[in-house]
């Protein structure tokens, strides 16, 4: 087991590291050793790491250390172990997308958001399990709260790295609900930002109307921190736009200049989600009074988690096409099938689903006129117990198929003590406010635990 001082550096939040860093009272090392430590302690009980090269993160945080001591300015994740999702690429690691049709694959090139962790002094600790080909067959990965448990997916080994305290960061993706579920089920943070916020060239390609990068961490401040080196113009992604900086951290630390105001909102699956979801969310909403205002999603939009598996199984079975003819007997029954549906779609059906996002994230800026986010539930429930599957996404669709901010908040615990999420989402290209709010919630939720102990 490994040392008590090294197991209590990983209990660090981001921010807080990386004040320890700044004021010299650790170093890299010293919390990569910890990372390490933690990571040795728990991998077989977790199984969060595709790839892990223990000297190489040794070595990238020796050369962090060296730039401090020499006097170098300090980058805005100086030090910081981060782990990076097994679609994303890294010039240094394979990255193998979680089929054994890629492995050993070795990319030359970095992926954007790779190129910005090692600019801003991060370091790549590795590769963290991601389900096959970022679908629904389930990769290694176990849920660190209860390991008889799915961790979701598909960027299971991301929320649950964080979730074991093995990083203070990850990222992930999302193209239906594989940041958001994750986060959920194994109780850590998870930030989805406005779509085309964050380039996504060298990751795997699913389907570019809807892939999104997104982040996990243990508070809402750490979600700000990677974001705001994140988020930015890169002309390999034409998603992405100019944008003057966000400066999130410095949002999030605010205090909202009113108390903010809940769209408590269930959607056309709301009764697909359990009774303990349903008690939970209600309560909270019962408890914030004027501050929550009910909101029920149109009718019009019945038909967005249509268009979204429309989008999704087509751009499938197009992006995957070579992998499906080189090795379909290779693939999961649940990926053939969704890229042999996606074969049959008509590129009238396809185009007037797409023709649909836009127009969907725009319905509701009515809602965000009178409202500062949406409150519904990230899940239908805990985390199932059983391996074989990574639970339903379909409480994120229709914010992802929108391209609309999402963060879940581990706020909720189920009747089994597994973690439960509650979800905040918000108006596009308003992260600022979504995740301030998101941590304002997290503090009157604490302050409410305080007064009823």
């Not at 550096?9 to 320890?20: F, M, N």
């Not at 050993?104 to 190129?115: C, H």
């Not at 309560?283 to 429309?310: C, M, R, Y």
Request: proline fraction near 6%; include cysteine.
């Amino acid at each position: 087991m490994p040392s008590d001082e090294l197991v209590d550096i990983t209990s660090l939040s981001a921010a807080e590291a990386l004040a320890a860093l700044r004021d010299g009272r650790t170093s890299a090392v010293d919390l990569v050793k910890g990372c390490l430590a933690r990571i040795k302690a728990d991998e077989e009980r977790v199984q969060a790491w595709a790839f892990l090269d223990e000297e190489r993160a040794l070595e990238q945080a020796r050369n962090v250390d060296r730039v401090r001591s020499e006097g170098h300015a300090m980058g805005p994740l100086h030090g910081l172990p981060v782990g990076v999702k097994d679609i994303i690429d890294t010039a240094d690691m394979p990255t193998e997308d979680g089929t054994v049709l890629n492995a050993g694959r070795r990319p030359f090139y970095d992926a954007a958001v790779v190129e910005r962790l090692r600019s801003a002094g991060a370091i790549v600790m590795g590769k963290t399990v991601t389900t096959e080909l970022a679908t629904y067959a389930p990769g290694k990965t176990r849920n660190p709260v209860n390991p008889e448990h799915t961790p979701g997916g598909s960027s299971s080994g991301s929320a649950a790295a964080v979730a074991a305290h093995m990083v203070p960061l990850a990222i992930g993706t999302q193209t239906n609900g594989s940041v958001i579920r994750p986060a959920a089920y194994c109780g850590v943070y998870g930030y989805k930002p406005t779509f085309g916020m964050v380039s996504r060239h060298g990751i795997l390609e699913q389907s570019k109307p809807m892939d999104q990068v997104g982040f996990l961490a243990r508070t809402v401040e750490d979600l700000a921190i990677i974001a705001d080196t994140m988020i930015g113009y890169d002309e390999r992604d034409p998603a992405t736009r100019h944008l003057a900086p966000l400066n999130l951290r410095e949002v999030v630390l605010q205090e909202p200049p009113m108390p903010p105001v809940f769209a408590f909102t269930k959607t056309q699956i709301w009764g697909d989600a359990e009774e303990q979801t349903h008690l939970a969310l209600e309560e909270v909403a019962e408890a914030l009074g004027a501050q929550s205002k009910s909101f029920n999603v149109p009718s019009i939009f019945d038909d967005a988690w249509k268009w979204h598996a429309t989008v999704m199984e087509a751009d499938l079975a197009r992006n995957f096409h070579e992998l499906y003819e080189r090795g379909r007997d290779s693939l999961s029954e649940s990926l053939r099938g969704q890229i042999e549906r996606g074969r049959l779609i008509t590129a009238v059906d396809y185009n007037n689903a797409v023709n649909h996002i836009e127009a969907t994230g725009v319905a509701f800026d009515e809602i965000f006129d009178r409202c500062d986010v949406i409150m519904t539930a990230a899940t239908a429930g805990p985390a199932p117990h059983g391996l074989e599957s990574t639970g339903s996404p379909s409480f994120c669709t229709l914010w992802t198929f929108a391209g609309m901010p999402a963060v879940t908040l581990p706020l909720l615990r189920a009747e089994n003590g597994m973690p439960m999420g509650i979800q905040l989402v918000g108006r596009r290209g308003d992260d600022g406010r979504l995740l301030r709010t998101a941590r304002w919630m997290v503090d009157w939720v604490r302050e409410l635990e305080r007064s009823a102990s």
